[in-house]
């Protein structure tokens, strides 16, 4: 297996240490010399890849390797005349030499002994303070999913509607379908309002509003301007709510859809009891 692709692979003689072997030109810029299956030798060429290789003589150098790189660019190396090129005598591939040298570690300790000795004698002891504990952090969780289920319809939502509200035009009836939709767990909450026309008219110049009790609830925008509410078009708005008193039990906040100063159509949306931030 080699770190990179081959680009070129070249044979290798030796007539003076009567060894074969082959070179190995990586696009990494490795070139690897190989004898029998071991590596014996490594050379890097940075910035550059190896495109060709050839192995013999050049000039009065018996063993002398010629590269060719991606630029054209011609490098030369030439072997050393003291070079070791016995494959049994080289590095073996495996573990590093320091797993072997054993580590410093320190005397068990007084202190040590006796936690040891303790926890043998009280093991059954342990192991049943560890299943009450986790019996009751289960049943914790449990009581108070079963809480937060109670108070919000659901684990994250809850669904409040507020259907066929009339408003009474000059020659036509109108209806208006309201429904809510509280969403998060706390302190920051979001709520959801759709608004359906399900008369025949289309209603104009509708705005939202929320009304709420400030000391419970932050509202950056408390108002939102409607599009015009075609008749069978659903049309959703929302608006950011903030517990002010996480835990605490939270005051329902009304919806009221106003065009100008009439009413057309209000919920009440029970609030859920928020968790702290984490």
Known sequence: HMPAPITSIAPFMCERASTSGFLVALR???VRLYIEKTLMSTIR?????VTALVFGQFNREPNTLLMLFTSG???VKMLKRTAKLDPHKAPRPGPPPEQDVPLAV?????LYIDQTQRERESAVDMHRAFQHSLCKLRYVTARSYVRLFEHSGSANAQTYTSANHYIQSDDVQERLSLS?????LGPRLRLVAQLENVGALAVLGATLSLHFDRDAYHVSRAAVTLN???PGHVQQAGLDIEALSPGASAPPVQ???LRGPTVLVSALVDMPMVEPAL
């Open 106 to 110: 320190p005397k068990k300790t007084r």
């Open 228 to 230: 015009a509410l075609v």
């Open 28 to 30: 990494d810029g490795q």
């Open 255 to 257: 919806l009221v859809i």
């Open 73 to 75: 660019a011609l490098g």
């Open 45 to 49: 060429v940075e910035g550059q890849v």
């Open 180 to 184: 809510a939709q509280v969403l998060g």
